[in-house]
Nanobody
């Protein structure tokens, strides 16, 4: 019913930039809070940045001033602009989305969805 797909990852040198996108599609009534997570090799997945439906943002300390999270609700899309990338930013970046799903004639039901992830590799 709902698909979440990330794109925009790749290989970049330290100091470079990438822009990740997360598109949600399907039987959507509304999208709530959205998050970017990452998992580095051998480490646990961590929350990198979040944005509420009202547009309030939050970041982990290590990316503050370098990453910018944003959303375009008309396109059901979330972005992560990543600047001044460092090797420690390497990992699989995944989006996590709260979606009000249409379930027929009844009220929409809120559910959480993960995307499949996109690889970001920063070389030194």
């Amino acid at each position: 019913q709902v698909q979440v797909v990330e794109s925009g990852g790749g290989l970049v040198q330290a100091g470079g930039s990438l822009r990740l996108s997360c598109v949600t599609s399907g039987s959507i009534s509304s999208i709530g809070d959205m998050e970017w997570h990452r998992q580095a090799p051998g480490k646990q997945r961590e929350l990198v940045a979040s944005i509420t439906k009202a547009g309030m943002t939050n970041y982990i300390d290590s990316v503050k001033g370098r990453f910018i999270i944003s959303r375009d609700d008309a396109e059901n899309t979330m972005y992560l602009q990543m600047n001044s990338l460092k090797p420690e930013d390497t990992g699989v970046y995944s989006c996590y989305v709260d979606v009000a799903v249409r379930v027929g004639v009844g009220n929409p039901m809120w559910r959480h969805y993960w995307g499949q992830g996109t690889q970001v590799t920063v070389s030194s």
